[in-house]
């Protein structure tokens, strides 16, 4: 998936199949909840990229 500034954002489907679940349910709630970090975290690094450009254009305006 090709995201903003042209980061290529690879959202991987490896998540890490894991032993001692009681239900399928649980391991899918477990799924959604490492799909939901993974995502907090590119979100807030294309933002913080985002800052930065924005501020290195303020700096050549200037």
Do not use: N, W
Not at 20 to 38: C, D, M, N, P, V
Not at 39 to 44: A, D, N, P, V
Not at 46 to 60: F, I, K
Request: hydrophobic share 30%; glycine share 4%; proline share 2%.
């Amino acid at each position: 998936m090709r995201g903003v500034f042209g980061i290529t954002v690879h959202l991987y489907c490896e998540i890490p199949r894991c032993i001692g679940y009681r239900s399928e349910k649980e391991e899918l709630l477990h799924a959604i909840q490492f799909k939901r970090k993974q995502l907090t975290l590119i979100r807030s690094t294309l933002d913080s990229a985002h800052v930065q450009s924005r501020r290195e254009r303020r700096h050549r305006l200037q």
